[in-house]
């Protein structure tokens, strides 16, 4: 009887520790991906469109009070910001 005991005990130690991995495992997406989602979210949101549109006003204030470098300034705005909220849009074509 003892010995019918022992078995069983380590058989449900068997089964459970077989079980446990795949509870554990059982997660919607991994850390990493949420927490790159979630930049991609923050660098193309409405916070970085509100702080592009007044990147390009500061811009072309100094193109309109006539600054020497305002041009070149103007111009590596408006293609930062380009280059910034469009990758998401770039990467989505690409792959």
């Given at each position: 009887?003892?010995?019918?005991?022992?078995?069983?005990?380590?058989?449900?130690?068997?089964?459970?520790?077989?079980?446990?991995?795949?509870?554990?495992m059982?997660?919607?997406?991994?850390?990493?991906?949420?927490?790159?989602?979630?930049?991609?979210?923050?660098?193309t949101?409405?916070?970085?469109?509100g702080?592009?549109?007044?990147?390009?006003?500061?811009g072309?204030?100094?193109?309109?009070?006539?600054?020497?470098?305002?041009?070149?300034?103007?111009?590596?705005?408006?293609?930062?910001?380009?280059?910034?909220?469009?990758?998401v849009?770039?990467?989505?074509?690409l792959?």
């Open positions: 009887m003892r010995t019918l005991l022992t078995t069983m005990r380590g058989a449900a130690w068997a089964v459970l520790l077989m079980l446990t991995p795949g509870a554990l059982a997660q919607g997406t991994s850390p990493w991906v949420d927490a790159v989602n979630e930049l991609q979210t923050q660098f949101g409405p916070i970085a469109r702080l592009s549109l007044i990147a390009i006003v500061v072309g204030l100094m193109f309109a009070f006539g600054e020497g470098g305002s041009k070149r300034t103007l111009a590596g705005i408006i293609f930062g910001i380009g280059m910034a909220v469009g990758a849009n770039f990467l989505g074509w792959f």
